[in-house]
């Protein structure tokens, strides 16, 4: 290791029915209108609802109403809305992407008529849940997915909303979801499954083999032959133990909860234990460069998070790279802010990542031109560094190879500054 500290079809269905309202049953004048919105939290779709409720939506007025600002073409998901009757009264330019029908068309239709949908069992879905009749109690229908003609696929809430609780419906409000975004949140599960399937199969097989080949045969091995079994299922448990473990953290990193517990880093000393891991392994100690710039701020970051980012960069340029792998630290600027952090670089003289690829490199199952991994480690150092409120970025380095470098904030805890 070199320590240098200079510069280098369409379906058809009568109108949804919808009873007369008994002049009785009317809300008095003075008497507040209850909307029927849930009292939980107010998600974007139920503040969609407010905005095509409370809107005085008039019929064949398209969707040229707004409500405080917000106009329903601003709304990124699909807003329908038919009136007492059963006939649409507003119409928006996402439902219109989304269904592919133009406004100007499904304005004055019956509902059942500008959306006609049916369940996955080929049921004509407003015939089923009949919004204006049924129980006075209904409030709306919970997501679900539901078909268009041609067999498309949209996620389909509605709300029905009443006067007073157990009067007639008003209004039914329905949002519209295209399916494309879960699709692909179906597609990364499944590969994500598809993969620790895939190495965990591996190591556990070397498990199980040497485990149950000792218990039934140990009086036939020597000790040396016993230790080399043993080391082999050791290595092997470690590997499945490091798969679980980088699981768990994209776990975490995919929903927000990656707990990042500060303490004072000697970047320069975790850098070396880093790499005499390499020169134990057997790696030349002259294949590593460290430069480590004066006058560095005080880091305070989590300890072993830090060390998974540097044994993933390490063991990247090591595996994928070639020549000499260069390490340098040195005081840089975190965030919009420039607030006052740390930059660490890590760069090889190997062929490099093709431009086309430096898009997908922190992206799950990303791996170079070399097989190998579970192409989970980038993500994972992607998220880690976020979470410090650093940011890290990838490019081609001075002599060709790839370069990394990640920057992090001083991250000093409030009751010391």
């Known amino acids: ?4 500290t200079d510069s280098p ?11 007369e309202r008994p002049e009785a049953a009317r809300t008095p004048a003075d008497e507040p209108r209850a909307t029927g919105t849930d009292s939980g939290p107010r998600t974007a779709v139920a503040v969609a609802v407010a905005v095509a409720v409370d809107a005085d939506v008039e ?4 969707s040229d109403s707004a409500f405080a600002g917000v106009h329903p073409d601003d709304l990124p998901d699909g807003l329908v809305v038919a009136d007492e ?9 996402a439902a219109g992407r989304i269904t592919a029908v133009p406004a100007d ?6 509902l059942d008529q500008a959306l006609p949908l049916e369940d996955l069992k080929g049921r004509r879905w407003w015939t089923l849940t009949d919004p204006y009749g049924g129980l006075a109690t209904r409030r709306g229908q919970p997501e679900r997915n539901l078909l268009l003609p041609g067999g498309r696929e949209v996620l389909v809430s509605a709300r029905y909303v009443r006067e007073y609780p157990t009067g007639p419906v008003r209004r039914v409000v329905v949002s519209l979801r295209g399916t494309d975004a879960r699709r692909r949140t179906e597609r990364s599960h499944a590969e994500l499954i598809a993969t620790v399937a895939h190495e965990l199969r591996s190591p556990l097989t070397s498990v199980k083999g040497f485990t149950a080949t000792l218990l039934d045969k140990w009086e036939r091995f020597t000790d040396e032959q016993k230790r080399l079994m043993l080391e082999t299922v050791d290595a092997d448990a470690g590997r499945i133990k490091r798969l679980i473990a980088e699981l768990l953290d994209i776990s975490r990193i995919d929903s927000g909860r990656l707990e990042v517990r500060r303490q004072p880093v000697d970047l320069a000393a975790a850098i070396g234990r880093h790499i005499q891991v390499h020169t134990t392994g057997g790696q030349s100690p002259d294949r590593f460069f ?16 830090i060390d998974q980012i540097l044994g993933n960069l390490l063991e990247n340029a090591v595996r994928h790279g070639e020549g000499t792998v260069t390490i340098e630290v040195r005081p840089g600027t975190a965030g919009d802010d420039g607030e006052v952090g740390t930059e660490v670089t890590v760069s090889d003289e190997g062929p490099g990542i093709p431009e086309a690829s430096m898009s997908r ?3 799950r199952f990303w791996r170079g031109s070399k097989r190998g991994g579970t192409g989970l480690g980038l993500y994972i150092v992607k998220g880690i560094v976020e979470a410090h409120g650093g940011t890290i970025t990838v490019g081609r380095g001075p002599r ?18």
């Open 400 to 417: 060709g190879g790839a370069e990394f470098r990640f920057t992090l904030p001083v991250g000093t805890p409030a009751h010391l500054i």
């Open 290 to 305: 460290v430069r480590i710039r004066p006058q560095l701020p005080a880091l305070w970051a989590d300890p072993d998070k």
């Open 105 to 110: 068309r499904a304005l004055g239709l019956p």
């Open 361 to 363: 490199v922190f992206t």
């Open 9 to 19: 079809a369409q379906a058809r269905s009568d109108a949804p029915h919808a009873p």
């Open 59 to 62: 019929a064949g007025s398209g």
């Open 85 to 93: 009757t059963g006939r649409v009264v507003c119409f928006n330019a």
């Open 1 to 4: 290791m070199t320590l240098g």
